[in-house]
């Protein structure tokens, strides 16, 4: 079965900094592509940033050089390193795991960025 379970959210303030984590198991990580989305009431859940199993990288255009997506084939954990955090970029974030059709969704975690 598999499990994806997000940590690292939190209160930060505008500014700040955050880093989100998502441990998984029940699959074959090495082989998975991984991604994190965030989503807010009442708007589609979007793409933030995502890493192949080979370690490419894409990034959402707004986190460009900010953000950073990393992983760690050994630990099965896939991070996402938030800096500069905006107000606008309140929500929860959901880890992500895709290969072969299926797709696969963590609980989330909630990031709140506010003064």
């Known amino acids: 079965q598999v499990q994806l379970v997000e940590s690292g959210g939190g209160l930060v303030q505008p500014g700040g900094s955050l880093t989100l984590s998502c441990a998984a198991s029940?699959?074959?990580?090495?082989?998975?592509?991984m991604a994190w989305y965030r989503q807010t009431p009442g708007k589609e859940r979007e793409l933030v940033a995502s890493i192949t199993s080979g370690g490419s990288t894409n990034y959402e255009d707004s986190v460009k050089g900010r953000f950073t997506i990393s992983r760690d084939n050994a630990k099965n954990t896939v991070y996402l390193q938030m800096n500069s955090l905006k107000p606008e970029e309140t929500a929860v974030y959901y880890c992500?795991?895709?290969?072969?059709?299926?797709?696969?969704w963590g609980q989330g975690t909630q990031v709140t960025v506010s003064s």
């Open positions: 029940g699959i074959t990580f090495s082989m998975y592509a």
């Open positions: 992500n795991a895709k290969r072969l059709g299926r797709n696969d």
